[in-house]
């Protein structure tokens, strides 16, 4: 096994040891330069720069179970050259560049092995869509009807990202989880996280928004997830929060 040589690869290991670090790792990725075997359409010798619009080769290879194709890429170059036996043409390029040219093509990263994963198109869709880390403000109009009630079956490891952001953020005091659904506009209930916390927490809930849209769990039942500031944002709500939730998170120390 080849120890991790970049911060990309270190973030690879530290998500598979703890699948509640795979945010962080897709964080990594997108931010990256990743290893494809490929070249420019036009022959180029040795170490080159990119132009803008340059044509390029990416190489597919074959699943063996059943010869479809499928896109190889690599966190580093000693991770690609394990996985060739030859000599072959590569080019180091940034993740989302490599994502962008293969829209709808499925990916491998790092295949045969030990540290490889999948992507199909939907998964670098999710990548690629900069929607799913904005965080949009929502005013409630007065005599709206709002009906609160308890979060049930919420994946342990959602839970878990949310805890470690919030630890390493002082501004936050508690953290509780509950449901809204406003039947006006939406028959669905929303996961509703409540932070009680000092100042001006809107970075922090982008960060929150950002991890948790990379978090990809089948047993998820909640489709959206608003974010409400205790103390600052509905009244009402706050009281409910507070007098009948139980925090899941709570800060050791806060700060005043």
């Known amino acids: 096994m080849l120890l991790p040589t970049n911060k990309l690869e270190k973030a690879l290991h530290k998500a598979a040891a703890d699948n509640t670090q795979a945010p962080a790792f897709y964080e990594e990725l997108m931010e990256s ?5 490929g070249k420019p359409e036009e022959e180029d010798v040795g170490k080159f720069t990119l132009e803008e619009e340059q044509a390029l080769i990416i190489q597919h290879w074959e699943r063996e179970e059943d010869k479809s194709p499928v896109v190889p890429f690599f966190t ?10 030859t000599d072959e043409p590569y080019l180091e390029l940034p993740t989302t560049a490599l994502f962008q040219m293969t829209m709808g093509a499925p990916l491998v990263l790092n295949p045969n092995s030990e540290f490889g994963m999948e ?9 690629l869509d900069a929607d799913l880390m904005v965080n949009s403000e929502h005013e409630l109009e007065e005599d709206t009807e709002v009906l609160l009630g308890h979060a049930q079956n919420v994946p342990d490891k959602f839970t878990a990202i949310l805890k470690e952001l919030f630890s390493n953020n002082k501004q936050i005091e508690a953290a509780y989880m509950g449901t809204i ?14 932070l009680k916390g000092h100042g001006d927490l809107e970075k922090i809930i ?3 928004i950002q991890k948790i849209s990379l978090l990809d ?23 409910f929060m507070v007098e009948n939730i139980k925090p899941f998170y709570k800060a050791k120390t806060t700060l005043h």
Do not use: C, N, R, T
């Open 33 to 37: 330069k990743i290893f494809v075997l």
């Open 76 to 85: 580093s170059l000693a991770m690609l050259q394990q996985a060739i036996e």
């Open 119 to 127: 992507f199909d198109p939907d998964d670098v869709a999710i990548l």
């Open 181 to 194: 659904q406003i039947p006006a506009e939406d028959d669905e209930e929303h996961l509703m996280i409540g």
């Open 206 to 208: 982008d960060q929150a």
């Open 217 to 239: 769990d089948d047993s998820m039942a909640y489709e959206v997830v608003d974010f409400y500031q205790i103390d600052k944002d509905d009244p009402d709500i706050s009281d």
